[in-house]
């Protein structure tokens, strides 16, 4: 079965740096996109960072000179590096990877959520 195996989140002080990991395993097609979601209370899940197969990368505006996401596909693995963290960066973080058994069909998977709480 697939899974998404998150680490890295914990409790830092504004300015901080972290580096969250997210390990996919049971996946037996192609990887087409992993990304990075976040959730804080009472808000709705966005999206963060989004790295596609062909390299390409996009942000959310709100992190875009501060976070990097980077791949290793040998191992299905998707980082994101966390520089400069403000308070308005706390919330769950989500990994979610994006797969194509067909050219019409795509499934979604995952991670169980890693915080990430930033205090001022």
């Known amino acids: 079965q697939v899974q998404l195996v998150e680490s890295g989140g914990g409790l830092v002080q504004a300015g901080g740096s972290l580096r969250l990991s997210c390990a996919a395993s049971?996946?037996?097609?192609?990887?087409?996109?992993m990304a990075w979601y976040r959730q804080a209370p009472g808000n709705q899940r966005e999206l963060v960072a989004v790295?596609?197969?062909?390299?390409?990368?996009n942000y959310a505006d709100s992190v875009k000179g501060r976070f990097t996401i980077s791949r290793d596909n040998a191992k299905n693995t998707v980082y994101l590096q966390m520089n400069s963290l403000k308070p308005e960066d706390t919330a769950v973080y989500y990994c979610n990877v994006v797969v194509k058994p067909t050219l019409w069909s795509e499934n979604n998977y995952w991670g169980q959520g890693t915080q990430v709480i930033v205090s001022s």
């Open positions: 790295s596609s197969s062909g390299g390409r990368t």
């Open positions: 049971g996946i037996i097609f192609s990887i087409a996109a």
